[in-house]
Nanobody, 119 residues
Framework: QVQLVESGGGLVQAGDSLRLSCAAS????????MGWFRQAPGKEREFVAS????????YYAESVKGRFTMSRDNAKNTVYLQMNSLKPEDTAVYYC????????????WGQGTQVTVSS
């Protein structure tokens, strides 16, 4: 089992920045890829970004490319999502998740953190 706890969400204005954190505990040695997803009211959950553990390769959704940066701190078992130039359409609950099979499926999920961007 892997436990994930997100933090760092909040209410900001358009153009502002936020940094989300996701702390992992438990069987973290089995982690292959970690990802960030988001779900806006009335919409399906969507992929935001991912980072591959062995080489730190990152991948981003087109909607956030150039504005969001995902990183990780191995010593703290924590991944981050730096979000710059936020837009109202970034408003959502953000979730981090762990994949043990190269991102094919995500097996463990955090509880989510709310990000609200006002115009």
């Amino acid at each position: 089992q892997v436990q994930l706890v997100e933090s760092g969400g909040g209410l900001v204005q358009a153009g502002d920045s936020l940094r989300l954190s996701c702390a992992a505990s438990g069987r973290t040695f089995s982690t292959d890829v970690m990802g960030w997803f988001r779900q806006a009211p009335g919409k399906e959950r969507e992929f935001v970004a991912s980072i591959r553990y062995f080489d730190r390769y990152t991948y981003y959704a087109e909607s956030v490319k150039g504005r969001f940066t995902m990183s990780r701190d191995n010593a703290k078992n924590t991944v981050y999502l730096q979000m710059n130039s936020l837009k109202p359409e970034d408003t959502a609950v953000y979730y981090c998740a762990v994949s043990q099979n190269s991102g094919t499926t995500y097996d463990y999920w955090g509880q989510g953190t709310q990000v609200t961007v006002s115009s």
